[in-house]
């Protein structure tokens, strides 16, 4: 029974492909552009998010400026897009640049009327001879638009989507409201009013963009990407944590004036310039247990996490892996410029006062965690929420893997789309963000060459397999999923496990080509595998364009080759992408297993 369903799906799939690609009844098919969040029991918004184009150029192509002297890379980059979209400069706007020692990288708006769009954007990458090496965009020709000039008061606005949204604008806290027109699926282009709603007691916290001219909430971004875990039946035996003393684990390059200062204001406590730690508000921080910065607190599994030890230590370990996190993406690239968490910037570009807020011991949930990721500037939010399978209770806090992979919503929602927090909204792309997430936690526990097959969330379910439905793994028995296996999934959480099992295959190629580096989470400068590994990593978000696709995420990590290493791992990369189904002409959710000539 359940075979002959999942055979008529399939089938099913097979038929519509080829003949309307965007077609609801194709399993999957709206997963690249659109996004179905329920918002409440009275709201249920489908966003519309138009297709990306991704291209990458190897070594690259040349700009329409590469003559002049003194161009700076958003105006080289508006030029390329004039030339290759054929619109006129009043058509484009510079959102944002930041560059890392590989690339250089624009990211646009499209504007009208002298409006830019919220969804019709645009990323144009540049390499170290300033060519052109990859170009996203999701420009759009409107079939109508709507008059510049609003008819619906902003007030009015904020109090409809307030009321729909559950929340609030805080006009002290949030960026001011700003105009923006959001291309339709109808292939109109509404003006919209855009401005931020939250609710922290029930963490929403939604980007909102009411018709400036209907007043109707036509759209939103969520901040917010949920670890909704699945919860298994406790069978297994208690897993043992083994506390260590670590002795000044800062990274003083990534994080000049340690963890506990931001060059002006210096704390004692689980306070500092890249994260704070408490519990309820933020003034209930864990202070040092002794002089000279010591935190050491005995955890007690046998005790309640809510006795005192139990939550000094809870906080003092999310503190110490929100930062290491931190020093180690700041060392690959995720740097001020490039958009990270941090209170003082030192004067290196992008936008301070944000760094990761974490609520550990969260009053409002249970069995989870989360992390909001706001545009550059304002805080990502992080909530660790206790885990009832067990008694005592169990701390997300206290377990790594949780923590990474949450803490990894901010890397990934800041390097994709330059600093916006819009671009990881579709639900291919959302669920690529989870995929990260494993991904990177998984890196961080890496020992030595070998590649196990790794779970995530074992600790707080008390049991061996974990919150995911496979263990990542090279074993195609172990974990079957492949690129195709997206065409029948919908839930985030289980597209990301699609994407981590590909990139575990892709971690494991590296490491037997190049070897293993113990140094890897501090020295970035080596040729072994899993430093190459987290390079692609982080040069590819910056690269891909908004909403990426597996395809065009498989791609910004080939061209993130050429950038770093000359294209050096073009064929291992290829071989792991394509045993998993996302060789060359995968697409729409159909695997291919081609590779170029020569792999
Ligand atoms: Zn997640």
Request: glycine share 8%; charged share 20%; net charge negative.
């Amino acid at each position: 029974m359940q075979f002959s369903k999942f055979f008529n799906t399939v089938l099913l799939a097979v038929l519509y492909a080829s003949a309307a690609s965007a077609s609801s009844l194709v399993p999957g098919a709206k997963h690249a552009t659109h996004r179905v969040r329920n918002i409440n029991s009275d709201v249920k918004l489908e966003t519309f998010h138009p297709e990306s184009s991704f291209t990458t150029f190897g070594e690259g192509v040349d700009h329409p400026l590469r003559k002049r002297d003194d161009v700076s890379v958003g105006d080289a980059a508006a030029a390329f897009v004039e030339s290759q979209l054929g619109v006129k400069a009043d058509a484009v706007q510079v959102k944002s640049t930041s560059e890392n020692t590989e690339a250089k990288h624009a990211y646009i708006q499209q504007k009208l009327n002298g409006v830019p769009f919220a969804n019709a954007v645009a990323n144009v990458a540049f390499n170290k001879d300033d060519k052109v090496v990859a170009f996203g965009s999701s420009f759009v020709k409107p079939t109508k638009a709507a008059p510049a000039t609003p008819s619906v008061k902003v007030e009015d606005a904020i109090k409809t989507a307030e009321q729909k949204l559950n929340g609030k604008f805080d006009a002290e806290n949030f960026p001011a409201p700003s105009l923006e027109y959001l291309a339709k699926q109808d292939g109109s282009a509404a003006l919209t009013h855009v401005f931020q709603v939250r609710n922290e007691d029930a963490n929403t916290w939604f980007e909102a963009f009411v018709d400036a001219h209907t007043g109707e909430l036509a759209s939103v971004t969520d901040f917010r990407a949920e670890a909704t875990y699945r919860v298994l039946p406790i069978t297994k035996e208690v897993l043992t944590e083994g506390f260590q003393n670590l002795v000044d684990p800062q990274d003083t390059t990534a994080s000049p004036q340690g963890w506990h200062s931001d060059g002006t204001t210096s704390t004692t406590s689980t306070a500092g310039n890249n994260a704070i730690s408490f519990k309820g508000s933020q003034t209930s921080t864990t202070s040092q247990s002794g002089s000279g910065l010591q935190f050491i607190f005995n955890q007690s599994p046998s005790a309640a996490p809510t006795q005192q030890a139990n939550l000094d230590a809870a906080r003092t370990n999310a503190f110490y892996i929100v930062n290491t996190v931190h020093d180690i993406s700041f060392k690959y690239g995720f740097t001020e410029s490039t958009f990270n968490f941090q209170n003082n910037n030192f004067g290196n570009g992008g936008k301070a006062n944000d760094r990761v807020t974490i609520s550990v011991q969260d009053k409002n949930g249970v069995d989870n965690a989360d992390f909001s990721t706001p545009p550059d500037g304002q805080s990502g939010a992080m909530r660790m929420f206790l885990w009832d399978i067990t008694n005592p209770e169990r701390d997300g806090a206290l377990e790594n893997d949780i923590v990474v992979h949450e803490n990894t919503h901010g890397i990934t929602n800041r390097l994709t789309g330059g600093g916006t927090g819009r671009c990881l909204q579709t639900t291919e792309a959302g669920g690529m963000g989870e995929g990260w997430s494993d991904a990177f936690a998984e890196w961080t526990e890496h020992k030595d060459s070998t590649v196990p097959d790794y779970v995530m969330g074992q600790y707080v379910t008390n049991d061996a397999a974990g919150i995911r439905t496979h263990p990542y793994s090279t074993s195609a028995s172990t974990n079957p999923l492949r690129y195709s296996s997206i065409a029948q999934l919908n839930e985030v959480h289980d597209i990301g496990e699609v994407w981590a099992n590909i990139l575990h295959n892709v971690y494991a190629a590296l490491v037997k080509a190049h070897g293993f580096s113990t140094t890897a989470h501090t020295d970035p400068t080596g040729s072994e595998g899993n430093i190459v590994y987290l390079h692609l990593f982080i040069d590819a978000l910056s690269l891909q364009p908004c909403n990426p696709t597996l395809p065009t995420a498989r791609d910004a990590w080939i061209q993130a080759d050429v950038n770093r290493f000359g294209g050096a791992n073009k064929c291992t990369l290829w071989n792991a992408f394509a045993s998993r189904g996302l060789g060359q002409k995968a697409a729409n959710h159909r695997d291919d297993t081609t590779v170029p000539a020569g792999c």
